[in-house]
């Protein structure tokens, strides 16, 4: 069976544009911050996207069903949090990862991406740098992620990543290292919650990119 043809929407990038090759589309992303792409099953759709901004074609998935007594016993998210995520091209592939205020969805931090990462690692490096924010910022905040890997990680003060170091990903685990040391010599209050996804939709935080 054939593989079916994607074109890759590049918004900012080294050289924004439409591709129909990801080798190409990820040459034009690698290493620039705030690389803003997206892929769609045809061209037509492609082009407009292109003519339009990319907050327009973010993914606004919602759950299709919503188990109603799973709801009344969670309830609604805590709107006093910020959330992160993470978002990974491949496994591996281009990484980057995101905190932002749940309830506006505004960005407090974001790194990448990277030329070479996984979403596990991606994942936990973005609740380690929100857990540095909130303590440096010293608040009261709970911090949402929608990653049990990530939370395991967290609690193990360390990556156990598959993950091989190469050149190519030498800055991610830089950061790993930098993240380790973090969790192994400061305390924190902040209360870790898992995101509810099935009931809440997608984490605030979230590239829009599934």
């Known amino acids: 069976m054939a593989k079916k043809e994607k074109f890759y929407v590049i918004w900012q990038g080294k050289k ?8 190409d ?25 292109y003519n339009g901004n990319f907050s327009d074609f973010k993914s606004k998935k919602s759950p299709k069903t919503v188990d109603k007594a799973l709801l009344a016993k ?3 998210p ?5 959330s992160v995520d993470a978002a990974s091209s491949g496994n591996p592939g281009i990484m980057e990862y995101q905190g932002v205020d749940t309830k506006s969805k505004k960005v407090l931090f974001k790194l990448g991406p990277f030329q070479q990462g996984t979403n596990n690692v991606g994942e936990f490096l973005a609740l380690v740098h929100g857990l540095a924010f909130l303590k440096k910022h010293d608040s009261d905040r709970i911090i949402y992620t929608d990653s049990r890997t990530a939370m395991s990680w967290v609690r193990k ?5 598959t993950l091989k170091e ?25 209360v870790i ?9 997608e984490i605030p935080a979230d590239f829009g990119r599934k």
């Open 25 to 49: 589309c990820k040459a034009m992303i690698a290493g620039f911050k705030g690389a803003q792409y997206k892929s769609f099953s045809s061209f037509a759709e492609a082009k407009k996207a």
């Open 74 to 76: 969670i309830g609604q």
């Open 193 to 201: 919650v898992k995101w509810e996804t099935k009931v809440w939709g």
């Open 157 to 161: 003060k360390t990556c156990r990543t």
């Open 166 to 190: 190469s050149a190519k990903n030498k800055p991610v685990f830089d950061l790993v290292r930098r993240a380790e040391t973090w969790l192994n010599t400061n305390e924190y209050t902040t």
């Open 16 to 23: 924004p544009g439409i591709y129909n090759k990801w080798a």
């Open 78 to 82: 805590n709107y006093n949090s910020i």
